[in-house]
């Protein structure tokens, strides 16, 4: 088996979108060691919905979206890195970080402690928008520093050329490609009730058609616009 971990520059900018096309692109299984937040759609559902690829159960389900180690404390419980093993698989393994780089699992342990101790190849998403050089640099450097092997930068959003090229000259990191808005994927803030309850369309196939609608509008995306010859050189023993 071989892991490759997504991680990235902040909350909500598109790691779990990109991890469904990695998974989807690679034929791979997905797993999610520690999911804060309960109410809306969880990472794995997003996964699972959007590839159709195997998904692991979490480690920890927590309900508070919080970081998780504040997760943990609302619901008494300490989360043990001891616990959080990479799962077997076979083939390919994508692993989701929460959040940042920098986010605690426990009073000791931040997320990069253990990229480092599943010793596996880091993927860092970043915003385009403004603010993502001095974030993007920071977290590299946090990778770097916990001893962790970075594959590239993967940018999410509209193009900002001189921006992108920025970060890759000072960051000294590979541009794996930049995922565009994806207009079938734009924030629904109502998606749950949305494909729970969908209007109908004149097909009469509303839900599935649309949800088909999403996977293809990223499997096509992401087909032309990440490099995914670099990332499956970096799974290679
Ligand atoms: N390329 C994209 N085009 C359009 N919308 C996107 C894109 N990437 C992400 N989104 C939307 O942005 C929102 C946040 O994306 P996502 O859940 O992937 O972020 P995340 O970094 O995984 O967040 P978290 O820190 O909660 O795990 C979602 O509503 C998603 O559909
Ligand atoms: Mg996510």
Redesign the pocket.
């Known amino acids: 088996m071989s892991a490759i971990i997504v991680t990235?520059t902040?909350?909500?900018?598109?790691?779990?979108?990109?991890?469904a096309g990695l998974v989807a692109a690679l034929g791979a299984s997905y797993w999610k060691p520690v999911q804060s937040?309960l109410e809306e759609e969880t990472?794995s559902q997003?996964v699972a919905r959007l590839s159709g690829r195997p998904v692991l159960p979490e480690g920890y389900l927590l309900k508070l979206p919080a970081s998780p180690h504040l997760s943990a404390e609302a619901e008494g419980v300490e989360i043990d890195p001891g616990t959080l093993s990479l799962p077997q698989v076979d083939g390919v393994l994508v692993v989701?970080g929460?959040?940042g780089v920098m986010v605690p699992l426990n009073r000791e342990t931040l997320f990069v402690d253990m990229f480092a101790r599943w010793g596996a190849p880091v993927i860092l998403?970043a915003r385009t928008q403004l603010g993502t050089i001095n974030h993007t640099l920071l977290s590299l450097q946090a990778l770097r520093g916990a001893g962790c092997d970075v594959v590239g930068v993967v940018f999410?959003?509209a193009a900002e050329a001189e921006v992108e090229d920025t970060i890759c000259q000072f960051g000294k990191v590979a541009h794996l490609g930049r995922?565009?808005?994806?207009?079938e994927?734009?924030?629904?803030p109502d998606?749950g009730r949305e494909t729970k309850c969908p209007p109908m369309g004149a097909d009469g196939h509303g839900p599935v058609s649309h949800r088909a609608k999403e996977s293809d509008a990223l499997a096509k995306?992401f087909a032309a616009h990440i490099d995914i010859d670099t990332i499956k050189k970096a799974l290679q023993p």
Not at 10 to 19: A, E, P, R
Not at 179 to 183: K, S
Not at 185 to 188: D, E, G, H
């Open positions: 990235g902040d909350t909500s900018i598109g790691k779990t979108v990109f991890s937040g990472d997003i989701e929460a959040g998403c999410i959003g995922l565009p808005v994806i207009e994927l734009r924030a629904v998606r995306a």
